[in-house]
């Protein structure tokens, strides 16, 4: 029996991880994937993050500026988080997937085919990329091209001299189009029209917005994407152009509500979302109608010993980012030492 488990390897599960340490509880960190790393070691290489890395940091060590300057890249972050974990000693088992948290008298027990753990309390911090969300669009069965998830991106090489619809308006959206444009007769598809920030500003004036829970402030404003260099160079050449959502897929592209339409050797849906990896939280009963778990803070209205942590604004401001993690760990370790002592 354990104080706690932590179920998740990634950034979230890192951070509760050093502030576990720091409160002398007795801990271990289960993660599905073979390597350090989270979900950044699936990313595509060129993926960039959209704050510096001063501001991209867990606690207690500052994420290493990149070496050719710039916001740090995917392959960055995996290094980082590999560093960090080590660095910490942080008791991580790896590969472990685990099956199912069950109720067990005055605990939890977790359970994987790799072993059962039993603990006080049980920090869920899986993340949302092994669960990607594509909409359903009338014709997306029909379409005989290529469709693929952000998950699925791994470059725009395989698209060179194709005809591309890029879904999503977005950071990542913008990101993959700006690169995409480069190699593919890119059109770009949007259901909102996308806004830049000024080349000034970066995601910390995001973070700060969902921190604060503004709504209409002046930054909300001003844009949601972050204008990182490939996004600039694609503005620059006039790529980022947007076009309303189409209406449904054909068997060689997309149509609109007006009857236009284009074709298209591949759609890359990108922005288009994730959902939070749950599933082996089932056994505990514990979701809404929506899907999520109604919590407080990060711990489970209908089961205390539980705290989600990560997963987006629901579980902790922000908490999807790894500075956002950070925060929320803080607050949510302080609160299980504070409820377990009682």
Request: hydrophobic share 40%; charged share 20%; proline share 7%.
């Amino acid at each position: 029996m354990t104080d706690v488990v932590v179920i998740g390897g990634g950034q979230a599960g890192l951070a509760a991880g050093y502030y576990l340490r720091r409160h002398k509880l007795d801990f271990v960190i289960l993660d599905a994937h073979a390597a350090p790393g989270g979900a950044w070691q699936h990313a595509w290489p060129s993926l960039r993050l959209f704050s510096p890395a001063q501001y991209s940091s867990l606690p207690g060590r500052m994420m290493p500026a990149p070496a050719e300057g710039g916001y740090p890249s995917a392959a960055d972050t995996v290094a980082y988080l590999t560093d960090y974990e080590r660095r910490y000693d942080l008791p991580v088992v790896r590969p472990v997937r685990v099956d199912a948290v069950r109720r067990d008298g005055d605990h939890l027990r977790v359970e994987s085919a790799g072993g059962t753990w039993r603990a006080r309390t049980v920090i869920s911090a899986t993340g949302t990329w092994s669960h990607p969300y594509v909409p359903y669009y009338p014709g997306m069965r029909d379409f005989a091209g290529r469709q693929l998830h952000t998950v699925d991106y791994r470059g725009p090489e395989p698209f060179a001299g194709k005809r591309v619809v890029v879904v999503g308006g977005a950071n990542s959206g913008a990101q993959v189009l700006a690169e995409v444009s480069t190699f593919a007769d890119a059109t770009w598809v949007t259901l909102r029209p996308p806004r830049l920030l000024p080349d000034e500003l970066d995601g910390r004036a995001l973070f700060g917005l969902a921190t604060s829970r503004l709504r209409g402030g002046a930054v909300a404003d001003l844009g949601d994407i972050v204008a990182v260099p490939s996004v600039r160079e694609a503005r620059e050449r006039g790529a980022l152009k947007a076009e309303p959502m189409f209406a449904r897929l054909t068997e060689t592209g997309v149509t609109w509500a007006d009857g236009s339409a284009l074709d298209c050797d591949a759609i890359i849906w990108c922005c288009t979302g994730f959902r939070p990896a749950l599933g082996h939280l089932t056994p505990l009963k514990l979701r809404a109608t929506n899907g999520l778990i109604p919590v407080d803070g990060t711990q489970a209205r209908g089961e205390p010993r539980l705290h989600l942590l990560g997963y987006g604004d629901w579980t902790g401001p922000a908490s999807a980012t790894l500075i956002g993690a950070s925060r929320t760990a803080r607050d949510m370790v302080a609160r299980i030492v504070t409820e377990t002592s009682d």
